[in-house]
């Protein structure tokens, strides 16, 4: 008997049960039908929360660049594996087989070897949504290396602090990347990154945009006379269950980014087994997920998950917005999407658009639609609902992290009811529970606290790379013997949970995880600057955006403050990437703190809210008379 593909309620119900109530055993017979091992494992799963570690399948061996390609290749050899969607729509999409993927996948795994690579060292792929950012993971993965993606649109600090550090040796690239109408220079960014990584010893550049840029002797190589005269044939490395695959870069609340280490096995099973169902993917449908493979979305949903499944994934160079808003739907008509991943702040700017923008194409192929990322409000889930999916196609509200690898609470469409705002029910395994600020466990229904997970499951992050005891104290120290997510949630009375949003200093701007620590830490460079705090305020498309309070070292700072305003904008820009710009920023002379010196960031958020009316007793405050004068000159 199979549980791999659950299609009624009933089944969910009964296969959710034996999940929990016997996981290794469930698990393993996930694993058992429907994966390619070497060897099979000696033990299903070890853990302990306190220590924390985790391991599934030990003893087992495999290569899930074997899972994604060669086990395909006796029935789906000439099915689209990659299909690629260029930046101009006048440019033809490239449906990229089984067999070509397999061919380009060895390839590219070939030239690593040839640079040194070995199974192990880190590689940093830094290369915009083209078939050679996928190809590069595939073929780290077939080599054993281990790769860490770094999201095209990151700054030349945040790339640096990334490679130095996971200790990549070589970084992969492109002469440039298309984003709209716009081009960007990626080989200039990863220059000036690499000012400050001096383990950089190779770098490999893919032609793209065909700019000129400068090639550093000895340093840097065209990417594609190295493929040309590679084997298109390279014997798979054989990985340990829990070699790591990927380390993945998430923001935290203090400075530093987070290494998120992802395994082999365990990602391997959960990935592809919640594709299938969360998806309810179908062996020639057309399946598209428009986030960059530089987010855990991508890795998980764009390419392990769809290719350990056989499927067809499109991946989409460009942006929702070009040539024109119509675009994402341009695309679905197009290749006759099936089924559709987005963000809801996509949905919330596409929404603006009117429906104009929509009614030009023909969406009948849609089967699910899908929303990731941040919560997504009502109003944009019925817009998605009648406008995209014209009341037929079921929304899977999916609730998930970096640190997750994979979909944790989410509708399995056609099985599970939806309600809007809700994430429904746990996936299959998973074990979430609600807990109180005091360290209790709120049973039952309609309750409300933080959202933390009680048993493993099989793509867990194991650690931040090079730093356990951070891994620790973020996940495993808050409650005991659980996993904090850092989200708050609530149980509705069927048990359906609502995710409400995070209950750290993260501030989720159009679906990025963005910590307030660094951005603090850039804008506090500038000269001028004596303090700063940011918050998180409500924006009807970013869904949040970013609202900075900032002291000056020297009050009466005669420069302009909209000059001001400018350049820490730039500050941010340079530092952490476009995506970290503040909206606001109000300048203050000073920022309300507890006694033992905390900046009160609660109180902060309620003004920039505009919700003054509950700011709770400041009279303990260290400086309560700054609240006032905030207050009176509010953006
Ligand atoms: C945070 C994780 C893995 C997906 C991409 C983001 C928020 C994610 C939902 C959802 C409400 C959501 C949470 C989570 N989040 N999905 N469906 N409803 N909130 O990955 O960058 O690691 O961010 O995104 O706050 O903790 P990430």
């Not at 969607?85 to 060895?106: C, F, G, M, S």
């Not at 054989?238 to 870069?249: K, R, S």
């Not at 460079?525 to 955006?545: N, Q």
Request: glycine fraction near 8%; aromatic fraction near 10%; hydrophobic fraction near 35%.
């Amino acid at each position: 008997m199979s549980n791999y593909h659950i299609k009624h309620l009933e089944e969910y119900y009964q296969v959710y049960r034996k999940s929990v109530n016997n996981p290794e055993r469930f698990w393993e017979e996930i694993a058992e039908e429907h994966f390619l091992w070497r060897k099979k494992w000696d033990k299903v799963l070890e853990w302990d929360f306190k220590k924390p570690e985790v391991k599934w399948f030990q003893g087992a061996e495999l290569n899930i660049s074997e899972n994604c390609i060669d086990r395909h290749l006796a029935t789906r050899a000439n099915k689209t594996a990659i299909l690629f969607e260029p930046n101009n729509p006048d440019d033809d999409a490239e449906h990229i087989t089984y067999k070509q993927l397999y061919h380009r996948v060895n390839q590219f795994a070939n030239v690593l070897k040839a640079q040194g690579v070995k199974k192990g060292d880190r590689v940093c792929i830094y290369v915009p949504m083209i078939p050679e950012l996928a190809i590069a993971t595939l073929a780290c993965a077939r080599i054993g290396a281990i790769h860490s993606v770094v999201f095209a649109g990151f700054s030349a600090t945040a790339l640096a602090t990334r490679i130095n550090d996971s200790d990549c040796k070589i970084v992969i690239t492109s002469d440039g990347s298309y984003r709209g109408a716009k081009t960007i220079d990626l080989k200039g960014i990863v220059d000036e990154a690499l000012e400050r990584c001096e383990g950089v010893e190779t770098v490999l550049v893919a032609k793209r945009i065909h700019s000129n840029i400068t090639m550093k002797v000895g340093r840097d190589k065209w990417l594609q006379p190295l493929l040309d005269v590679a084997s298109n044939q390279c014997e798979a490395e054989v990985m340990q269950a829990e070699d790591p695959l990927f380390i993945l870069y998430t923001s935290g609340s203090t400075g530093k980014p987070k290494g998120m280490v992802h395994t082999t096995a365990g990602y391997m099973v959960y990935t592809a087994y919640t594709f299938k169902n969360a998806f309810q993917y179908r062996e020639n449908d057309v399946y598209w997920c428009t986030a960059d493979i530089g987010w855990i979305t991508g890795h998980s949903y764009i390419v392990y998950g769809p290719l350990c499944n056989g499927a067809t994934t499109v991946m989409f160079e460009g942006v929702p917005s070009y040539p024109d808003y119509g675009r994402f739907w341009d695309i679905v008509d197009k290749h006759k999407v099936n089924q559709f991943y987005t963000a809801p702040t996509a949905i919330r700017a596409l929404a603006k658009q009117g429906v104009e923008m929509v009614e030009k194409y023909d969406l009948s192929s849609l089967k699910v639609l899908g929303s990731v990322g941040e919560p997504i409000n009502e109003e944009a889930w019925h817009w998605y609902n009648e406008n995209i999916g014209k009341k037929k196609s079921p929304i899977i509200d999916s609730w998930w992290q970096t640190e997750t690898g994979g979909i944790m609470i989410t509708p399995i469409p056609y099985v599970t009811p939806t309600k809007p705002t809700y994430a429904t029910l746990p996936f299959i395994g998973v074990q979430p529970c609600i807990m109180d600020e005091h360290g209790k466990e709120l049973k039952g229904n309609q309750v409300e606290g933080r959202l933390c997970i009680k048993f493993p499951w099989p793509s867990i992050a194991r650690t931040i790379w090079g730093n356990h005891q951070r891994y620790k104290e973020t996940y495993f120290s808050t409650f005991e013997n659980m996993y904090f997510t850092g989200d708050g949630a609530l149980r509705d009375e069927v048990g359906y949970y609502r995710i409400t949003g995070r209950v750290d200093d993260v501030i989720i701007v159009s679906g990025h995880n963005l910590g307030t620590a660094p951005i603090e830490d850039a804008i506090n460079e500038h000269p001028a600057v004596a303090e700063s705090a940011i918050v998180g305020f409500p924006h009807d498309v970013k869904g949040s955006a970013l609202y900075g309070y900032v002291t000056l070292k020297d009050s009466g700072e005669s420069r302009n403050q909209e000059n001001l305003r400018k350049e820490i904008n730039q500050l941010i820009s340079d530092r952490i990437g476009p995506i970290a710009k503040l909206n606001k920023i109000q300048f203050t002379d000073g920022l309300p703190k507890t006694r033992s010196g905390k900046i009160m960031r609660r109180i902060l958020r309620k003004i920039a809210e505009k919700d003054t009316s509950n700011l709770g007793d400041i009279s303990t405050l260290l400086n309560p008379e700054c609240v006032q004068d905030i207050m009176d000159n509010v953006l």
